[in-house]
């Protein structure tokens, strides 16, 4: 299978909301399961920011959301800041042998 | 805290083998809870999952990868391991182990909804393969 579309680059201005698709297939992003998200920064490791589809961790801003509708899953961020600047993965689980990641998508805050 | 620790040579020879540590703090690797995991993200690319083991001795790989993958635990160490024969130039990338929780569950219309998240994860090594 092959990896989740998602666009290479978003950008938004201070304050504003940006969401980024993580398009797959009724396959994987379109079955029951459910989807993760990754932040990235440049140097670092990628930090779990959303989980089952639409849950945030303890410590993780409430300005982050997560949804699904079909073959594709969305993370909006709103009230964007200069620190959300970013790489950002969807991950769906698709069965116990295959897990598949976005290509990643580049936020720019402008 | 839980941490996690990449370690192993950052350079290797085309068709050698890649070998990577990963030594856990904070948490036993033999917890029944938990996947053990290797994912990697080449330059320029996206993330990769490259396959995961349960303190059973269980191991799942990428499709794409299982006739090199091998990852094993050692509960004396609390390390867990990837090998990856045969390596060329595509296999330069930075390889991060992580803690991955994966299960199912039955909804209300008993469908079967599977999920998986990678939290946390170590700092990444960067391995070039390279002659």
């Known amino acids: 299978q092959s990896a989740l579309t998602q666009p290479a680059s978003v950008s938004g201005s201070p304050a504003q909301s940006i969401t980024i698709s993580c398009t797959g297939t009724s396959d994987d992003v379109g079955t029951d399961n459910l989807v993760s998200w990754y932040q990235q920064y440049p140097g670092t490791a990628p930090k779990l920011i959303i989980y089952d589809t639409n849950k945030r961790p303890s410590g993780i801003s409430d300005r982050f959301s997560g949804s699904k509708s079909g073959n594709t899953a969305s993370l909006t961020i709103s009230g964007l800041r200069a620190e959300d600047e970013a790489d950002y993965f969807c991950c769906s689980y698709v069965d116990m042998t295959t897990v598949l990641f976005g290509g990643g998508t580049k936020l720019t805050v402008l | 805290q839980l941490h996690l620790q990449e370690s192993g040579p950052r350079l290797v020879k085309p068709s050698e083998t890649l070998s990577l540590i990963c030594t856990v703090s904070g948490v036993s690797i033999s917890d029944s809870t938990y996947y053990w995991s290797w994912i990697r993200r080449a330059p320029g690319k996206g993330l990769e999952w490259i396959g995961s083991?349960?303190?059973?001795?269980?191991?799942y790989y990428s499709s794409s990868l299982r006739s090199r993958v091998t990852i094993s635990l050692d509960t004396s160490k609390n390390q867990f391991s990837l090998s990856l024969t045969s390596a060329t130039p595509a296999d330069t990338a930075v390889y991060y182990c992580?803690?991955?929780?994966?299960?199912?569950?039955?909804?209300?219309?008993?469908?079967?909804?599977?999920?998986?998240?990678?939290?946390?994860w170590g700092q990444g090594a960067l391995v070039t393969v390279s002659s």
């Open positions: 992580a803690r991955e929780t994966r299960a199912y569950f039955y909804d209300n219309n008993d469908h079967k909804v599977g999920y998986n998240r990678f939290d946390p």
């Open positions: 083991m349960f303190y059973s001795g269980t191991t």
